[in-house]
C-alpha cells in the first residue's frame, strides 16, 4: 500500500480540523449520545427504547458529523487558497484523496462511533448484538458518508457542497426515505441501518434493503465518489478571481 | 439655502421628516426626501422579494418556487379528489395541514433565505451604509424580520386559501359554506404562529456569520437536529415509562415536544384544540403529544418568539460598524 497514503497530509489535515474553533462543537454528539443514553438508562422502567433511540439519534449525528468533517478536510484547503501548494508537491492526487478522506472516516469515527458505542454499551451491555451491531453499521456509515461529502467539495465548491450535502440529508434521507421506501436503496442512512441490523437483529432498526445489497452498494458508492474526488482534484483549475 | 452653498459647507440636506442626502459634490438633488419609515417600506419590500429570489438570478427561485409547489400540492390533490367524489370528507385538515411536509418544506425555505436576506450586508460590511441614513439600529433587523414572517406567511397560507377554495367549490348553501370559513381562521392563525417563530429563529441563527454557506448550516442543522431528537425522545418516553397514568403519556414524552419548535407549534395546537373536543384524525396532526403539560407549550411558545426577536435585535445593536 506504500505511496497510497501521506504521512504528512494525514497528519496536518487532523490538527487542522482539530484546531478549529468550530471543534469545540464536535463534543456535542458524544455529550448528547452518552449523557441521554445514561439518564434514561438510570430512569427507565422499560427496555425497549435503546434501539430506536440510538439509531436514529447516533446515525443523524454520524451523517451532519461527516458532512462537517468530510466536507472540510479539503474544502477548507480550497477555500483558502492553501490546496496550491499541496498540489504543487510531488505527492499524486490519489494519495492526497485518499490521505485527506481517512482522515475524516478517523475523526467521525472518533466523534461520533465511539461514543455512540460508549452510548450503547451503557444501554444494552457492551457486548451486546445491539452495541456490536451500532458500531459496525457507524464504521459503515463513516466510510460511505465521507466520501460522499469529500466527492461533493471536489466536484462543486466547497461552499455550494455544504448546502447539498445538506439538502441531501434533510430532503432525501430526512423527508423521501421515509416515504417513499426505494429511497433507501440509495441512502447511506439505509446502508448503514442494514448493516447494523444484520448483527443486531432488531426490529426497531427497519432498512429498506437487505444487507448484502446495502455492503454492495455502500462499496460501489464509495469507490465511484472516491474516484471522481480524484479525477475532478486532478483537472484542478486555479481561478484567477481568487488572486484578483 | 442654495445647493451650492450647501455643498460648500459640506452640510447634509435635512428634510422636514428626517430624510437627508449628503451633498459629496457629484449631483444635486432636488427630488422629495424619503424619511426612515419609508427607508423601512423599501427594505421589506426589497427583502420580501429576495426571499422567493425576484430580482436575484434564475438559481435563485428554483427553490422558493420548488418548495411553493410541493406545499400547494396536498390542496390541489385535495381539491380533485373532493371534486371527483363529492361525498368524501376532506383529505387535508385546516389547522396542520400535512404535518410533516410543511415541516420539512418550512424548515428548507427558512434556512436557504434566512441567510440569504441578512449574510451579503454583513460579509460586504454594508451595514454602515444602512445606518448612516435616518435608518435607527433597530430597523434593519425589523425590516428583515417582518419580510421574512411575510414570506414563510405566504408559502403556508396560501396552500390553506387554495385548500377552503377547493372544499367550499364543493359544498352546498352559505351555511356549508360558512362553516368552512370558520374552521379556515383558526389554521391562518396558526400559519401566523408558525411564520413568526421560524422567521425570528432563523434570522437569529443566520445571522450569526456572515458566510453564507456556514449561516445555512446554522440555521438548518439545529432546527432539523432538534426536531429528530424531540420526536426520538417522545419515542423514547414510551417505550422507557409507559402511561404515567390511564390515557396520559409519560412527562418526557410530553415535555420532549418543548425541544423542536416545529414540535413545539404541535403541541401548541394540540393544547388549544383540547378543551374544544374538535376530533380530527390522528394522522392529520402534529406528532405532538402534550399530556397535560398543554399550557408550559403556550408559555414556551410565547418565551421563545419573544427570546429570538429580542436576540436578533439585540445582536444588530452590536454588530456591523467595524
Not at chain 1, 445491539?130 to 466527492?151: K, Q, R, W
Not at chain 1, 434521507?173 to 421515509?178: F, K, R
Not at chain 2, 459634490?25 to 422629495?32: L, S
Amino acid at each position: 500500500m506504500r505511496g497510497l497514503l501521506n504521512g504528512v497530509v494525514l497528519r496536518v489535515t487532523l490538527r487542522a480540523a482539530m484546531s478549529r474553533k468550530r471543534a469545540v462543537l464536535f463534543a456535542l454528539p458524544a455529550i448528547l449520545l452518552i449523557g441521554v443514553a445514561a439518564v434514561l438508562k438510570a430512569t427507565a422502567k422499560g427496555t425497549a427504547w435503546p434501539p430506536d433511540v440510538l439509531s436514529i439519534l447516533g446515525y443523524l449525528l454520524l451523517a451532519l458529523t461527516a458532512l462537517i468533517v468530510g466536507g472540510s478536510v479539503l474544502g477548507a484547503e480550497i477555500d483558502d487558497g492553501s490546496i496550491l501548494h499541496l498540489l504543487a508537491t510531488p505527492v499524486s492526487r490519489r494519495t492526497i484523496v485518499l490521505s485527506k478522506y481517512l482522515a475524516a472516516v478517523a475523526l467521525t469515527v472518533a466523534f461520533v462511533g465511539i461514543p455512540l458505542y460508549v452510548a450503547s454499551a451503557i444501554a444494552a451491555g457492551a457486548a451486546s448484538k445491539l452495541t456490536i451491531g451500532l458500531l459496525v453499521g457507524a464504521l459503515a456509515g463513516a466510510v460511505i458518508y465521507n466520501a460522499i461529502f469529500l466527492m461533493l467539495t471536489a466536484v462543486v465548491s466547497p461552499g455550494p457542497a455544504l448546502a447539498i450535502g445538506l439538502l441531501y440529508i434533510l430532503l432525501w434521507e430526512g423527508l423521501l426515505a421515509s416515504l417513499v421506501p426505494g429511497v433507501g436503496l440509495l441512502s447511506a442512512d439505509h446502508y448503514s441501518l442494514a448493516i447494523a441490523n444484520s448483527i443486531a437483529h432488531s426490529s426497531a432498526l427497519q432498512p429498506n434493503l437487505t444487507v448484502g445489497t446495502a455492503v454492495g452498494l455502500g462499496i460501489v458508492v464509495t469507490a465511484v465518489c472516491l474516484a471522481l474526488a480524484t479525477i475532478c482534484l486532478s483537472g484542478f483549475n486555479v481561478k484567477g478571481g481568487e488572486v484578483a | 439655502m442654495s445647493a451650492e452653498a450647501e455643498a460648500a459647507a459640506g452640510q447634509p440636506a435635512l428634510a422636514a421628516d428626517g430624510g437627508v442626502i449628503h451633498n459629496i459634490g457629484y449631483r444635486r438633488y432636488d427630488a422629495e426626501r424619503l424619511g426612515r419609515w419609508r427607508i423601512v417600506q423599501a427594505l421589506t419590500w426589497h427583502s420580501y422579494r429576495a426571499a422567493f429570489g425576484l430580482g436575484r438570478g434564475g438559481k435563485a427561485k428554483v427553490f422558493p418556487a420548488l418548495l411553493f409547489a410541493l406545499l400547494c400540492l396536498p390542496a390541489a390533490v385535495n381539491a380533485v379528489a373532493l371534486a371527483t367524489n363529492p361525498h368524501s370528507q376532506p383529505l387535508v385538515s385546516y389547522d396542520a395541514y400535512i404535518p410533516a411536509l410543511r415541516t420539512v418544506t418550512v424548515l428548507i425555505f427558512v434556512a436557504l433565505e434566512a441567510p440569504n436576506l441578512l449574510s451579503a450586508d454583513l460579509r460586504n460590511h454594508t451595514l454602515p451604509l444602512y445606518f448612516a441614513r435616518p435608518m435607527h439600529r433597530i430597523d434593519y433587523p425589523v425590516a428583515k424580520l417582518i419580510a421574512l414572517s411575510l414570506a414563510v406567511l405566504t408559502i403556508v397560507e396560501i396552500p390553506e386559501l387554495l385548500l377552503y377554495i377547493g372544499n367550499v367549490s364543493q359544498v352546498h348553501g352559505a351555511g356549508q359554506a360558512w362553516e368552512q370559513t370558520l374552521r379556515l381562521l383558526p389554521g391562518l392563525l396558526y400559519g401566523a404562529a408558525w411564520a413568526v417563530l421560524l422567521a425570528s429563529l432563523g434570522l437569529l441563527l443566520a445571522s450569526t456569520t456572515g458566510r453564507r454557506v456556514f449561516a445555512i448550516c446554522a440555521t438548518g442543522v439545529p432546527l432539523f437536529f432538534s426536531y429528530i431528537l424531540a420526536h426520538a425522545l417522545a419515542q423514547a418516553g414510551q417505550q422507557a415509562f409507559g402511561p404515567a397514568g390511564p390515557g396520559q403519556p409519560s412527562a418526557l414524552t410530553s415535555l420532549a415536544g418543548l425541544i423542536s419548535p416545529f414540535t413545539l407549534l404541535g403541541g401548541v395546537l394540540r393544547w388549544l384544540q383540547a378543551p374544544r373536543g374538535v376530533r380530527v384524525p390522528a394522522q392529520m396532526l402534529q406528532a405532538t403529544t402534550v399530556g397535560h403539560y398543554g399550557p408550559v407549550y403556550g408559555a414556551v411558545f410565547a418565551a421563545l418568539t419573544i427570546a429570538a426577536v429580542g436576540g436578533l435585535i439585540l445582536r444588530y445593536r452590536k454588530i456591523g460598524v467595524a
